[in-house]
């Protein structure tokens, strides 16, 4: 009997901390429940100041110029004018669609093709043109 009543008390014991924990833990829950709710209705207005504003146009006054004014053009050769023209002629064989030229800067000739204003365009064409002519390589050039 004694066995008996002291296993109930175990029990009755376990019980009453589980009661007592799930207890606290539900108020937990619910007092920050509410306390989420309140917090999201405090608003605070935000002042942008006018100089935040005049830069921000700078910056894309700036990045609109410096776009429009960036291509990038694929370089197939640079050295003498004989063997520039000759792959310059052989170029314009293989893709007519394509616009190529040969520039001088001083000592070279060299033979460059296709304006692009998109990177990915640009590395796009340029692996097409490695195929045939594998030391061509990208330049980012200013108008």
């Known amino acids: 009997m004694r ?6 008390s175990l029990k009755i014991n376990s019980i009453l901390k589980n009661k007592l924990t ?4 539900y108020s937990v829950i619910i007092i920050s ?9 405090i608003y605070f207005p935000l002042e942008e100041d006018s100089i935040v504003k005049k830069l921000i146009l700078q ?10 004014s960036n291509y990038y053009t694929i370089q197939l050769y640079y050295g003498n004018y004989l063997v520039a023209k ?13 616009k190529a030229s040969i520039i ?3 000592p070279n000739y060299k033979v460059q093709v296709g304006d692009f204003k998109n990177y990915y365009v640009s590395i796009s064409k340029l692996n097409e043109i490695k195929k045939k002519y ?4 990208l330049l980012k050039l200013k108008l």
Request: aromatic share 18%; net charge negative; charged share 30%.
């Open 104 to 106: 001088f800067e001083t």
């Open 3 to 8: 066995c008996f009543l002291y296993n109930l």
């Open 86 to 98: 000759e792959i310059l002629d052989e170029f314009k064989t293989n893709y007519p669609e394509w």
């Open 134 to 137: 594998p030391s061509a390589f």
């Open 59 to 68: 910056k894309k006054e700036i990045d609109s110029k410096d776009y429009e």
């Open 22 to 25: 799930n207890l606290i833990l």
């Open 33 to 41: 429940a509410f306390s989420k709710v309140s917090s999201q209705e």
